[in-house]
């Protein structure tokens, strides 16, 4: 408003154009947002908050407008548009995401079975409801584009139809908004203008109105604690910084409104759409790069705790675990998560939020990935995991705990603790083997323990009915590599011969020398030459688990072995999966039987009593319920 004051505007001109400039375009953020990786986390999901919350005050603002250009109204118009505005948004968006949703899934969508007829329901009744709410909205002075948002936040809450807007309409919706850009916004743009110095000095000039918004980065709370070298507040500061820069649909449906009123000329519109358009082009180029940038240097940071580098003299690293807290939404969650991993004694690692359901009462699911900063776990090499493998396949072998865990649960499992060792007999193992796995059932105790502990501290601090998962994660599995080598020669991951052979050849090509031994960088060089998508880190930490002596080589005879467990490993996953999948189709058999039965009970029911069947009606009957 400052700046079109100074360039002699009047007061209702200088409010367009301040107006033109207000509004915060969610799709250009939510797009760059989603490229970087970043629309779940915390600081994702607060941009999205703001910018719906921008747009809201943008139309009521749009509103606004019908009153500004009529001469000298009273005084009191000035408030109907607001009032009218502020009113509908809270009875019928009240409704929207309260009683409405549910009365329309359970009273009427219930009613039709067929999701054909259900979607022409669904349509139809969303088409009534924007026709109602158009008019009304209009005519009582508040926007109709504020009715077509009612509407449209009125079905977002059905679930049925949130899962099929998604699924079917996504290409459709991209089709749509280009036609709407191309054949309404597109035509309002004046090329011939931006020729016009005047126009592009001003346009850079009122570009100042959209970095405006920049200082809106100060008020963004602390998600996380600082990292070293790596500060997440700054990171989220400036990302909510440029997000907010973006500007988009409303700018110019605000200006060409303002322009078709009189409120100011050609040459002004022209000006601001030459900002609105240098932001679009600007923001999110800048949004996205810092999102990079962040994520380069937060993936320096964690590659620099990598374990196998910082392993102590004992071969123990911190605990890592993956939190999952499905819980009800309520106000300061994401705070009260930060207060509760410092109180533990965690160090958040990343944190991501998606939500379950629609409306009011849906479910947050929160996920955080942490490292312990107490408890520590020993580095279990590739030896060590084979003993304790095959020491506890045989001590099970024939006890109620093979029963009771099931062939596939054992096969692969290496995890033991003191309850499960009571429940094997290990009368069958040698010292050495008891020995093993009573330290592995040991350090699972502490695990189980520490789960436990954090389990508790987040129930008790959000709610009794949050429910809470802590397992164990591992950031840098040691198979990553295999699996790269694997994918890219096309293997299959079991122990047949040609596989075997692959792999070996793969050490042999690197072993230039023939000395018997790799390291760590030939590996690496030698990989990605040759076009095999792997990281540095990877190659650290497969050696790491395999290096025994910890001279920084991996010996042919110690690679032939880890890759040996690795398809062994490889060849119990497929079992397990084909072991459910399995079940899974029985289950589902089993569920048609019981369909195809009711329905035969049902057709009996309906049959006429005291009169028999007769030969062709058996036979129809037969065909129809087999």
């Known amino acids: 408003m400052g700046l079109a004051t100074a360039n002699g505007a009047s007061i209702k001109s200088a409010m367009a154009v301040g107006a033109s400039f207000s509004p915060t375009s969610l799709g250009v953020a939510a797009s760059a947002l989603r490229a970087g990786k970043a629309i779940d986390k915390p600081v994702g999901q607060l941009i999205v908050a703001a910018c719906v919350v921008d747009d809201i005050l943008a139309l009521i603002l749009l509103s606004m407008f019908q009153v500004l250009v009529m001469d000298s109204p009273p005084v009191i118009q000035y408030f109907i548009p607001i009032i009218s505005s502020l009113g509908f948004l809270v009875v019928l968006g009240g409704s929207a995401v309260t009683w409405m949703p549910k009365m329309i899934e359970t009273k ?4 039709f079975k067929n999701d054909g007829d259900r979607q022409l329901v669904m349509f139809s009744m969303m088409a009534c409801l924007m026709m109602a709410y158009l008019p009304l909205l209009n005519y009582t002075k508040a926007s109709y584009l504020t009715g077509a948002f009612l509407a449209g936040l009125t079905f977002s809450q059905v679930e049925h139809c949130h899962h099929q807007f998604t699924e079917n309409m996504h290409h459709l919706m991209t089709w749509l908004i280009r036609v709407f850009f191309s054949a309404s916004i597109g035509f309002q743009v004046p090329v011939k203008q931006f020729a016009d ?12 109105c959209v970095i405006a918004k920049l200082p809106l980065m100060f008020y963004v709370p602390r998600f996380e604690d600082t990292k070293g070298s790596f500060n997440p507040l700054l990171r989220d500061r400036l990302i909510t910084g440029f997000a907010m820069t973006c500007r988009g649909e409303f700018s110019f449906i605000i200006a060409a409104f303002a322009l078709g009123e009189g409120l100011f000329n050609a040459q002004v519109y022209a000006a601001i759409v030459w900002a609105v358009l240098f932001s679009c082009i600007t923001s999110p180029f800048i949004l996205l790069n810092i999102i990079k940038l962040f994520n380069k240097k937060e993936a320096a940071y964690f590659a620099s705790t990598n374990p196998h580098k910082t392993a102590s003299k004992d071969g123990t690293i911190p605990l890592y675990m993956h939190i999952t807290v499905k819980s009800k939404n309520i106000m300061g969650l994401q705070e009260k998560f930060r207060s509760i991993i410092n109180d533990l004694g965690l160090e958040i690692i990343e944190r991501r939020t998606n939500r379950h359901g629609r409306g009011l009462d849906a479910i947050v699911q929160t996920d955080i990935f942490v490292r312990d900063q107490k408890i520590t776990t020993k580095v279990q090499k590739i030896k060590a995991q084979r003993k304790i493998k095959r020491a506890l396949a045989a001590a099970e072998a024939g006890t109620a705990a093979e029963e009771k865990r099931g062939s596939f649960n054992r096969q692969g499992s290496m995890h033991v603790s003191s309850k499960h060792l009571s429940e094997i007999n290990m ?17 699972e105790d502490t695990i189980i323990k520490r789960g436990e502990e954090v389990d508790k501290a987040i129930v008790s601090a959000i709610d009794d009915s949050a429910e809470v998962k802590v397992q164990t994660w591992n950031p ?15 293997l299959e991951l079991n122990r047949n011969p040609e596989t075997v052979e692959t792999f ?10 023939g000395g018997g031994e790799i390291d760590t960088q030939e590996m690496f060089v030698a990989l990605q030459e040759v076009g095999i998508d792997i990281t540095e880190e990877g ?13 920084g080589t991996v010996e042919h005879q110690e690679w032939n072995t880890t890759v040996d467990f690795f398809l062994e490993l490889k060849e119990e996953e497929a079992a397990m999966r084909d072991h459910h999948a399995k079940g899974s189709l029985a289950d589902k058999q089993k569920k048609l039987r019981a369909n195809k039965m009711k329905e035969l009970q049902v057709a009996a029911l309906k049959a006429p009593k005291g009169k028999s069947m007769d030969e062709g009606d058996a036979q129809n009957l037969s065909q129809q319920h087999p």
Request: glycine share 6%.
């Open 108 to 111: 009427v969508l219930n009613k």
């Open 197 to 208: 110095p005047y126009v592009i000095g001003w346009g850079f000039i009122f570009y100042l």
């Open 539 to 551: 190659v650290l930490t497969l050696f790491g688990i395999i290096d025994e002596d910890g001279n």
């Open 476 to 490: 840098w599995p040691w198979t990553d590599v295999l699996e790269s080598i694997a994918e890219h020669y096309q």
């Open 504 to 513: 070996d050849k793969v050490f042999a090509s690197i072993d230039t020398d």
């Open 427 to 443: 009368n069958a193992l040698d010292d050495d083997e008891k020995v093993i796995l009573q330290d592995a059932a040991d350090q």
